[in-house]
């Protein structure tokens, strides 16, 4: 309601600005794209590093913009933030990322988990935890395939994020924190949240092998997510020195395109065979 009554100020602002405008036509599209299904979801394997099986996948979204094509989440997710659209769209996501999981388990593909990003104001409604519930119950997807991954500035308010994580967790599925090392680091609250998982975000997987001190970030959040009983997932793998490096260093598992980009759900079983073939 705040924002609505932002922007019928703008309207009426003889000096809006482009950037308002803007922001004005991509809101309209934004929610023509929700009443018209032009969101698709794309998935990324997330490997295990010892044995090369598929662990998971990450569900990213995009917007399939009838004229402009393929648009990537950096460039609606902001403004879907900003307008609150993001929870309408996050929770297309999460529906649409059960059944496809489930989809793929009743093809007969050997079960992995699904990861799904949650948007601060998701995490900040108390609604979440029904809302996921009910998706779970609605798909008939196990609990324990489901995955949802946070950010370390979503916990920081830790009394809301400490009986959140808890309720989540209580509910049988998991729970990762992405781009860790870039972001607000409670570390000594890590401890006290449920999780199961540290995803180093791939700003520090960049630098393996670059001489500079990325190297030693991996190294760190490899040893802080092992000491707490966290597995850790390195994101943005892309070449063979960076794997060997998370090999040596103990990594679990791993991502990036150097097993695969992310793919449509359709494509996604064929080349699960091929990965798993490989
Ligand atoms: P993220 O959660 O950190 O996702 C990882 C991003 O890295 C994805 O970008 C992925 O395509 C990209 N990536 C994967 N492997 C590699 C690699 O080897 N090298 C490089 N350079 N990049 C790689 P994408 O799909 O464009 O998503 C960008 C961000 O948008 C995501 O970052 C996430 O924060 C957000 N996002 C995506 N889907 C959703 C969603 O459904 N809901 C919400 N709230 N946010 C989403
Ligand atoms: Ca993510
Ligand atoms: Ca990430
Ligand atoms: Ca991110």
Redesign the pocket.
């Known amino acids: 309601a705040k924002n609505r009554g932002l922007n019928m100020y703008a309207l009426y602002s003889p000096d809006m600005n482009i950037s308002t405008r803007e922001k004005m036509a991509l809101e309209s599209s934004l929610r023509k794209a929700i009443e018209n299904n032009e969101f698709r979801?794309?998935y990324?394997p997330q490997v295990d590093i010892r044995s090369g099986e598929i662990k998971g996948v990450?569900?990213?979204?995009?917007w399939q913009h009838p004229t402009k094509g393929l648009i990537?989440?950096?460039d609606f997710?902001p403004i879907a933030?900003e307008t609150g659209l993001?929870t309408q769209?996050?929770r297309w996501?999460l529906r649409t990322a059960c059944m496809q999981n489930k989809k793929w388990q009743d093809q007969g593909l050997p079960p992995f988990r699904v990861s799904?990003?949650?948007?601060s104001q998701?995490f900040l409604d108390d609604a979440l935890v029904d809302v996921v519930k009910n998706v779970l119950d609605e798909t008939g997807l196990e609990p324990k395939y489901l995955d949802l991954?946070i950010t370390e500035t979503m916990t920081m308010n830790v009394n809301h994020a400490i009986p959140m994580l808890r309720n989540l967790h209580s509910l049988g599925i998991q729970i990762s924190m992405?781009?860790f090392g870039t972001g607000y680091s409670s570390l000594n609250y890590l401890k006290n949240f449920s999780i199961d998982r540290l995803?180093i975000?791939?700003s520090f997987v960049?630098d393996i092998g670059n001489g500079s001190n990325g190297t030693n970030i991996v190294s760190i959040i490899i040893a802080i997510a092992h000491s707490m009983n966290l597995e850790v997932v390195a994101?943005?793998?892309?070449e063979k020195e960076q794997l060997r490096f998370l090999q040596i260093q103990k990594c679990d598992e791993v991502?990036?395109?150097?097993f695969s980009?992310?793919l449509p759900g359709e494509e996604f079983d064929k080349s699960f065979l091929d990965l798993m073939s490989r």
């Open positions: 979801l794309y990324q990450e569900a990213l979204v995009r990537p989440p950096n997710i933030e993001i769209i996050d996501v799904v990003n949650l948007s998701e991954e992405d781009d995803k975000d791939q960049r994101e943005g793998v892309e991502q990036g395109y150097y980009p992310p």
